[in-house]
């Protein structure tokens, strides 16, 4: 289907990109580049010339960046944004359900939910805590920047539209960009989906995924000459927020041969299972579930290992199953086991299948630096350090990254 811009799109874009209020002017713009499932190790195929350039002469993390659990794609920008584990920050999963928001479930393909902000009210992401300290900020596509969270917006923003294509979306940042310094924005946030879209459908080491790659590192190549052109100097971060591990129909773990489908209530599939057992039948589902079975361990919320950060929820159903990497757990009913093919994620954070890219780079950081232990809660911290905002506590840490020129809280 070619990429196609309607007119109901630009109306509304150009409806929202008009911010108001009074904000502070930054000095050097800091822009936050999303790459859905780039997978750390894609950065070494020789089909990045400009993503490459940029990891030599900035700072990287050469073992790739340690998703948070789930590695999956809401929870994971969303901790991007706000420096806290899924478990943390409320977003468990693209698919949830809430015991305090009874009869909602929230799913990327529902567009209220996801525009509502009571789903993202227990983090802050980094534009809100921009927008109250005085700071414009711009997001284009970014998870979760379609709310408003705490009754907060970006200046800037735009309605999530899968055929804008990867050039139009850098056009878009860049037309920001060419706002008087009064009215511009100190973050700016862009994000990008194909690759993601091409692991899945043709799997990680398919021909579809390098021409993606190719074409998102072309789309940065372009911002980059748009900025120059502009004569305006910013600070790059650019990450990912998993990787990705080839699946297929041969590696499919079912629930229902482990234990009657009547007895659970199942929310997601995949990679990682969450369920909860019908009631009265609790111990049945539990020693049947965690008893050991190939390809798929699971374990009570609160049984789950510590380094996974993840189980303690309201809003994480009673049971976590998690597969091996590259199986799927689904159930005979749900699964359709020809559309298990190509890629997946969400696997164990640790699983270096799942390590997602990070680069740093602008006058702000110090060529050939390198990060060990990166995880995506350190994320924004370091924005936070680059723009000088005093941030709500969290789970990340201040990484060993040299700032030069930059203003600490």
């Not at 050991?292 to 290992?305: F, I, Y």
């Given at each position: 289907m070619p990429?196609?811009?309607?007119?109901?799109f630009?109306?509304?874009?150009l409806?929202?990109?008009?911010?108001a209020?009074?904000a502070?002017?930054?000095?050097?713009?800091?822009?936050?580049?999303g790459?859905?499932?780039?997978?750390?190790?894609?950065?070494?195929?020789?089909?990045?010339?400009?993503?490459s350039?940029?990891?030599e002469?900035?700072?990287?993390?050469?073992d790739g960046?340690?998703?948070?659990?789930?590695?999956?794609?809401?929870?994971?920008?969303?901790?991007?944004a706000?420096?806290?584990?899924?478990?943390h920050?409320?977003l468990?999963?693209?698919t949830?359900q809430?015991?305090e928001?009874?009869?909602?479930?929230?799913?990327?393909?529902?567009?209220?939910?996801?525009?509502?902000?009571?789903?993202?009210?227990?983090?802050e992401?980094?534009?809100?805590t921009?927008e109250?300290?005085?700071i414009r900020s711009?997001t284009?596509?970014?998870?979760?920047?379609?709310?408003a969270i705490?009754?907060?917006?970006?200046?800037?923003?735009?309605?999530?539209?899968?055929?804008?294509p990867?050039?139009?979306?850098v056009?878009?940042?860049l037309?920001?960009?060419?706002?008087?310094?009064?009215?511009?924005?100190g973050?700016?946030?862009?994000?990008?989906?194909?690759?993601?879209?091409?692991?899945h459908?043709f799997g990680?080491?398919?021909?579809?995924v390098?021409?993606?790659?190719?074409?998102?590192?072309a789309?940065?190549?372009l911002?980059?000459e748009?900025?120059?052109?502009?004569?305006?100097e910013?600070?790059l971060?650019?990450v990912?927020?998993?990787?990705?591990?080839?699946?297929?129909?041969s590696?499919?773990?079912?629930?229902?041969?482990?234990?009657?489908p009547?007895?659970?209530?199942?929310?997601?599939?995949?990679?990682?299972?969450?369920?909860?057992?019908?009631?009265g039948?609790?111990?049945?589902?539990?020693?049947?579930?965690?008893?050991?079975?190939?390809?798929?361990?699971?374990?009570?919320?609160?049984?789950?290992?510590e380094?996974?950060?993840?189980g303690t929820?309201?809003?994480?159903?009673?049971i976590?199953?998690?597969?091996?990497?590259g199986?799927?757990?689904?159930?005979?009913?749900?699964?359709d086991?020809?559309?298990?093919?190509?890629?997946a994620?969400?696997?164990?954070?640790?699983?270096?299948?799942?390590?997602?890219?990070?680069?740093?780079?602008?006058?702000?950081?110090?060529?050939?630096e390198?990060?060990?232990?990166?995880?995506?809660?350190?994320?924004?911290?370091?924005?936070?350090?680059?723009l000088?905002l005093?941030?709500p506590?969290?789970?990340?840490?201040r990484?060993r990254?040299?700032?030069?020129a930059t203003a600490?809280?």
């Open positions: 990429h196609r811009l309607t007119a109901g630009f109306a509304l874009m409806m929202l990109v008009s911010g209020g009074h502070l002017a930054q000095e050097r713009p800091v822009i936050l580049i790459i859905d499932g780039f997978r750390a190790d894609y950065l070494q195929r020789g089909v990045t010339p400009t993503l350039r940029l990891a002469e900035g700072a990287t993390a050469p960046m340690r998703p948070s659990f789930p590695s999956v794609t809401f929870p994971n920008f969303y901790t991007l706000t420096g806290l584990h899924p478990d920050h409320g468990i999963n693209n949830m809430d015991p928001l009874p009869g909602r479930t929230f799913s990327l393909g529902n567009r209220a939910e996801v525009m509502d902000g009571v789903w993202y009210a227990e983090g992401p980094i534009w809100v921009a109250n300290a005085g711009a284009m596509f970014w998870p979760g920047s379609e709310a705490r009754g907060v917006r970006p200046s800037y923003w735009v309605p999530f539209e899968q055929s804008v990867s050039n139009a979306r056009n878009i940042v037309g920001w960009m060419t706002l008087p310094p009064e009215e511009r924005p973050l700016v946030t862009l994000y990008f989906d194909v690759v993601d879209t091409a692991g459908r990680p080491d398919s021909v579809e390098n021409e993606t790659l190719a074409q998102v590192d789309a940065v190549a911002l980059l748009g900025l120059a052109t502009r004569g305006i910013a600070d971060v650019i990912a927020d998993h990787g990705m591990a080839a699946i297929d129909a590696r499919i773990v079912y629930l229902d041969d482990e234990v009657d009547a007895a659970i209530r199942t929310f997601a599939l995949g990679p990682v299972a969450t369920l909860d057992p019908v009631p039948r609790e111990a049945e589902v539990t020693a049947a579930l965690t008893a050991k079975t190939p390809h798929m361990t699971c374990a009570p919320k609160g049984e789950l290992p380094r996974l950060a993840f929820h309201r809003r994480i159903p009673a976590v199953c998690l597969a091996e990497t199986w799927y757990i689904g159930t005979r009913e749900r699964t086991p020809e559309r298990v093919r190509g890629g994620h969400g696997y164990d954070a640790d699983d270096p299948a799942m390590r997602a890219l990070f680069i740093a780079w602008g006058p702000s950081f110090t060529a050939g390198t990060v060990t232990g990166m995880e995506s809660v350190d994320v924004q911290p370091l924005l936070a350090r680059m000088g005093i941030v506590v969290g789970d990340g840490r990484v990254l040299t700032l030069s600490e809280p």
